[in-house]
């Protein structure tokens, strides 16, 4: 089955892949890696999922940010392949950033979110090694960013 067949058959609808709001680029190919910058927690209607997990949010919030994350990784991936997801080798990385209080300490159970759905979308081919981070504060208050890395065919 393709990646495209597997986000159909999950009910998937992937959001706009959005251009940078800063002085970087949203994707970046080396070689036969692909780099995806950051990507912030926005929720279905195009709104900001803002504050913090184990104060403002709990870990479900959080999973779903980091699902909602995720979505916009393949975004970038798609629009970085010219649509075609089938130059998708393998995703490499995440790495997961958890805007969270000082006590909170299940960074990997947010990002489990982001992790989940890049597996369901890409099979074996989307198992990838990662790190879950706490962090005071993330850009426009936003809960979770993730970032990744794959490798192309």
Same mark, same amino acid.
């Given at each position: 089955?393709?990646?495209?067949?597997?986000?159909?058959?999950?009910?998937?609808?992937?959001?706009?892949?959005?251009p940078?709001?800063?002085?970087?680029?949203?994707?970046?190919?080396?070689?036969?890696?692909l780099?995806?910058? !950051?990507?912030?927690?926005?929720?279905?209607?195009?709104?900001?999922?803002?504050?913090k997990?184990?104060?403002d949010?709990?870990?479900?919030?959080?999973?779903?940010?980091?699902?909602?994350?995720?979505?916009?990784?393949?975004?970038?991936?798609?629009?970085a392949?010219?649509?075609?997801?089938?130059?998708?080798?393998?995703?490499i990385?995440?790495t !997961?950033?958890? @805007?969270?209080?000082?006590?909170f300490?299940?960074?990997?159970?947010?990002?489990n979110?982001?992790?989940?759905?890049?597996?369901?979308?890409?099979?074996?081919?989307?198992?990838?090694?990662?790190a879950?981070?706490?962090?005071?504060?993330?850009?426009?208050?936003?809960?979770v960013?993730?970032?990744?890395?794959?490798?192309? @065919?």
């Amino acid at each position: 089955m393709s990646y495209e067949d597997k986000i159909k058959e999950l009910k998937i609808k992937l959001p706009e892949a959005k251009p940078p709001v800063g002085n970087y680029v949203a994707t970046k190919i080396s070689g036969k890696m692909l780099f995806v910058s !950051g990507q912030i927690s926005i929720d279905e209607s195009g709104q900001l999922i803002k504050g913090k997990v184990g104060k403002d949010l709990d870990v479900e919030t959080g999973y779903n940010a980091a699902k909602r994350c995720a979505l916009s990784i393949i975004a970038q991936v798609k629009k970085a392949c010219n649509d075609d997801l089938s130059k998708v080798k393998s995703c490499i990385k995440l790495t !997961g950033f958890v @805007n969270s209080t000082d006590q909170f300490t299940d960074q990997p159970k947010v990002i489990n979110g982001a992790s989940d759905l890049i597996a369901e979308v890409f099979g074996e081919s989307g198992m990838h090694t990662r790190a879950a981070v706490s962090t005071n504060s993330l850009p426009l208050g936003v809960s979770v960013e993730v970032d990744a890395i794959f490798e192309l @065919n």
